[in-house]
């Protein structure tokens, strides 16, 4: 009993005694104190409070100062014991409850070191995530390039295309008998490329790495949450690199790992410029721009609603940042299309993620509205979730907004005008809307379109 009075005392002092969810996260896990993180996880969990789903754990900031060193190499060295380590303790350290105010707090992505360690982790993986009989990566062969036989790299090639070498020694019956067992079965220049290495792990191996990727991945999600982390995270190339090709890889990629990464993303949006992967920033893997949107657009169209929301809600983030137009806009017509197809499935959250992302697009250029107005059941499927009306009010103006938005172009106005009635309906119902329908009304019946203004000018009507 007195151990369990400890624990609630401790509780709160360092965080809160209802924990509130965190998206994507289950009720109860927090943080803890240090020795509690090396281990003792089995004994928090009889000293939780009853009010808790799960051990609540509390670990110190200054752990993370006093041993930050020491929590780098331990991930950086590989071994399973420290990598363990690292990553309970770094989970820990980087949760927090929503509710929960920790004004000692360590910015960790500051930390020198601990993010390329991090992602390290995840890129081991996904070096030996795919059997070799699907998936073979180019290498580049640059020593002894220029030399026919050094020892190294080509000295097979050479020997097996060259046969003068071998009948060189035609005196020798035991070499011509090797000569001919080399000729009659050649194999390729690359051969031991295809051979499993030294260190090739089972597939008990493997599933220990995927949990540190994903465990990785998880604590790089708790950063892009910390306000202090955003901005040196969403200038890290290594790091964008990295979440967009687990992003990109969704069919194959472990999901935990796409929806941390997706989720990572969605949280540095506001800050990323996808000029980066064109920058003079080091480049770990090869990702651009325009695969960058075609990741996004890949898991827009997956049957997954967590990744297709998540994906809705970055592109309309993204596209508030005037400089990352020019790679989203020639994806604009499938964008729309698929956000329209997202409207009308029956998940309130799924609307809203398509409803905010169309209300950032049609707020670019009239190039966007135009295209948008033209697209089958945009209008209806905008009315449909005002009329319903979705439970987020914020969700029903964004929609009459967009409606607003499509009526000032004048090509939209007779796409507009089947509405009419539906609009007026709309008008004199719900009072929340009716100034933005009237506005709508006005535009469409009280102003001359550009044709009929010719035609006045015209005949002096």
Known sequence: MQKR???KAGGGAG????????RGRPFGSGSGNAATAAGAAGSADSAAPSTLLGPSLQVHSAFAEQNNKRIVLALQSGLKSELTWALNTLTLLS??????V???ATPLAKI?????ALLQVIDDWRDISLPRVL??????RMLGANSAVTGFGNEYEALSKNEAAHSSAAGSS???ASVQKNTSNPRPA?????EDGLFNMDEEGRAEKQLCAVGASNIIRNFSFMPDNEVIMAQHRHCLETLFQCIEDYVTEDEELVTNALETVVNLAHLLDLRIFSSSKPSYIKITEKRAVQAIMGVLGSAVKAWHCGAAELLGRLIINPDNEPFLLPFAPQVHKRLVDIMSLPDTNAQGAAVGALYNLAEVNMDCRLKLGSERWAIDRLLKVIKAPHPVPEVCRKAAMILENLVSEPQNKPLLLVYENAFAEMLFSDGRYSDTFARILFELTSRPSNKVATARGIWGM
């Open 112 to 116: 020198p070191g601990l993010l390329d």
């Open 102 to 104: 920790r004004k000692d």
């Open 95 to 100: 949760f927090k409850e929503k509710d929960e």
């Open 190 to 194: 690359d051969w031991w490329f295809e």
């Open 135 to 140: 998936v073979k990566t180019p290498r580049v």
């Open 5 to 7: 009075d400890q624990s």
């Open 15 to 22: 965080g809160s005694a209802t924990p509130a969810a965190k």
């Open 174 to 176: 035991s070499k011509e």
